[in-house]
């Protein structure tokens, strides 16, 4: 018997509840289930389970980096050497997460092999975080600095429609 896909196990409930909390991850029970139209010992119920499943994998609060004084926020394009390929990788990415300046590390497949998100102070800092930190790490062979400028995040729950 063929296992249905996650997505197919979701219904328009799971759906609203999803697109809810993506909305406003701290709306309390009782306002989550109204508005997806269900009972609010449902509603707990329902979060519950997705939770278990693993389709909420969690809950978090988005920080304005420039309140905390690191307004200027960049993407770091990394290439690392060639040779031990896995232990280059595992390396680097534990190396990157140790930093307070990173945001977010993406391991990718394509020119880079990670995309290393950091916000720090001013374009100084950024140099010096850069140089000492990334491009200094002995499995970097190349790095690609790109200033954000602005950006939107958008919610994943529209894939689920």
Do not use: C, W
């Not at 950091?118 to 800092?125: C, Q, R, Y």
């Not at 190349?142 to 602005?150: A, E």
């Amino acid at each position: 018997m063929e296992r249905k896909s996650l997505r197919h196990e979701l219904d328009e409930v799971d759906r609203r509840l999803i697109a809810a909390l993506v909305a406003d991850g701290r709306i309390t029970n009782a306002e989550l289930a109204a508005r997806a139209g269900i009972a609010p010992s449902t509603a707990h119920g329902r979060v519950q389970s997705l939770l278990e499943r693993g389709v909420i994998s969690g809950f978090t609060a988005t920080v304005n980096q420039a309140k905390l004084g690191s307004g200027l926020q960049a993407l770091v394009g990394v290439t690392l050497g060639s040779g031990a390929r896995q232990a280059s990788i595992t390396d680097f990415a534990d190396h990157a997460r140790e930093f307070p300046e990173v945001v977010q590390v993406f391991f990718l497949g394509g020119v880079d092999d990670f995309m290393v998100h950091v916000a720090v102070a001013d374009s100084s800092a950024l140099r010096r975080f850069v140089v000492e930190n990334i491009s200094g790490h002995p499995r970097v062979a190349s790095t690609r600095t790109n200033i954000i400028f602005d950006y939107h995040r958008s919610a994943v729950v529209d894939s689920f429609s």
